[in-house]
C-alpha cells in the first residue's frame, strides 16, 4: 500500500505514513459525517474499525459518539446466580430490531432469567442471518436498529434488572472480507484454515488490537455486562500470552465485573485454566442428554452412548457454575438439517436435568414455554457465488445424515426460512418456573443415582430431590 486518505463530506484528506505501518493526518469532521479509506487512489472501503455502517457492508462508515449514550447501571451479574437466556434479535420479535425485545424484559426478570445473550449483532451482509459472518465487528447491525437501538436495548434491560451477553466472533471474518484485506495483514495460513476460511493473524499487533479493542467497546461504550467468545478453539496464537487472555484481562480493566465466556468445541479447558475465563460453554451434557432421548449418533453425537451413566458422568463434572450447560441452543437446534427442537415431553426432561444442575444453565429463544416453530439456519448473502455456495454446502453437509435428503434441507437464502423462524410467545411453563424458583436456594453439591435397567437418574442437592424416568418420560419433583 503506497497511499492511504480519507473520503469525507466529498473531499478527499491525505494521510501519512509514520514508517512503522500506520496512517495519520487531521481532518475536521463530526459525529454523523460519513467517511471511507482510499487505498492507493482507487479502492474506496468501509473502515475496518467502524462504528457504525448504516447502509450496510458496502456503504459508508459514519462516525459515532458513543459518549451520548445514556445507559443505566447493570445489576451486577454473579457467576453462581446466573441463569442466561439466549436469543436471536431478528426472530425474537414481529419487528426483529433491539427495540422488539424490550417488552418481554419483565416476563423473563420474573420467570428467573438473570441476562440475555445476543446472537452476534456486528454487521453482515445483508439483512437477515445468524450474525456469525460479521464482517464490521464493532458496528450493531443496521437491520436491528444501529448502535442507538443496542444502547436502548441495554439501557432498558438494566432497568429491568436484566444484564446483558453478546456474543462476539473472533475465530474468523464472514466472507466477503476483502476490505479488510486492503488495509493489512489480517489473515494468516500458519495454523491451516478454520472450518470458516482462513484464520485470523493475532500475531499482528494490529489485528490484536482489532479484537481486544472491540471487547473493550462493548464493555465500555454499551455498558454491556459480559461477552460470550464464539468458537475460541478456532482461535490459534503462539504468542507468548495468548490473545484471549490478554482480551480478559483487559476487559476486566476497563470494566470491572464484566464477564468473559468461551465457547469451547471440545473438551478443553484452557480458557478457565490458562486464559481465566469466568465460564466455558461445553456441550458434552447436551450431547449425552440428546442421544438418550433421541437415539440420534449422527455427526458430533458418534462418541455418546446414550447410557444414563454417561449423563451422570457429566453431571459430576467439578467444575459448577463455570460450565454453561443447556438442553437446546441456536447450534444444537439451527444446524439441524430442518432447525426442530426437542419435542415437549423430551424437552421438559432435559430442562429439568440442566436447571436443577450446578452449573450455570442456559435457555434457548422459547424454550421457557416449549416453542414450537423451528430456528433454521437462514442467510442474506449479497454475493450470489457466496449465496449460493451457502445453499449447496447446507444441503452437502445433511447428506450424510440417516433419513434426509437435499430437499429437505430448507433455502437458507429463502425468506421464508427466516419467517419459519419467528417465536410464538406464550406463557413459560410451569415446571421451568418451578425449577428456576428452587434453584436459588439450593447448594451447589450434586448427587447422583443411577439405575439404568430402570431408566431413572436420581438427583439430590440439599432437601431436594429430583427423579427423572426415562422409561416413562415423566419427572417429578420432590
Known sequence: MDAVAV???????????????????DAAASAGDDYRFV????????????????????????????????????????????????????????????????????ELRELGITAIELMPVATFPGGRGWGYDGLYASAPHPTYGGPEGLARLVDSAHRAGVGVLLDVVYNHIGPGNEALRGFGPYFTARFGETPWGEALDYGERGVREWA????????????????????????????AEHVLGELARRVRAVASGALVISEMGQDDLRPLREWNHDAMWLDSLHHALHVALTGERDGYYAGFDGSLASIARELSRPEGSQLVVCAQNHDQVGNRAIGDRLPPAKLRLAQAIVLFSPFT????????YGERAPFQFFTDHIDSFIADATREGRRREFSRFAGFTAHDVPDPQALETFERSKLIPQPADELVARLLRVRRELPPELAVEVDERAGRLTLRRGSVTLVVDFSNETVALA
Open 361 to 368: 444453565p442456559l435457555l434457548f429463544q422459547g424454550e421457557e
Open 39 to 106: 487505498l492507493d487512489g482507487r479502492d474506496a472501503w468501509p473502515d475496518p474499525c467502524s462504528r457504525a455502517q448504516p447502509h450496510g457492508v458496502r456503504g459508508s462508515s459514519r462516525i459515532l459518539d458513543t459518549a451520548a449514550f445514556e445507559i443505566a447501571t447493570g445489576p451486577g451479574l454473579a457467576l453462581d446466580e446466573l441463569v442466561v437466556y439466549e436469543l436471536h434479535v431478528g426472530t425474537f420479535s414481529p419487528e426483529g430490531t433491539f427495540d422488539g425485545v424490550v417488552p418481554r424484559l419483565p
Open 7 to 25: 473520503e469525507l463530506d466529498g473531499s478527499i484528506h491525505e494521510l501519512e505514513d509514520d514508517g512503522e505501518g500506520f496512517w495519520a493526518g
Open 212 to 239: 481486544i479493542q472491540n471487547a473493550e467497546l462493548w464493555v465500555r461504550d454499551y455498558r454491556l455486562d459480559g461477552l460470550r467468545l464464539d468458537a475460541v478453539h478456532a482461535v490459534a496464537d503462539d504468542s
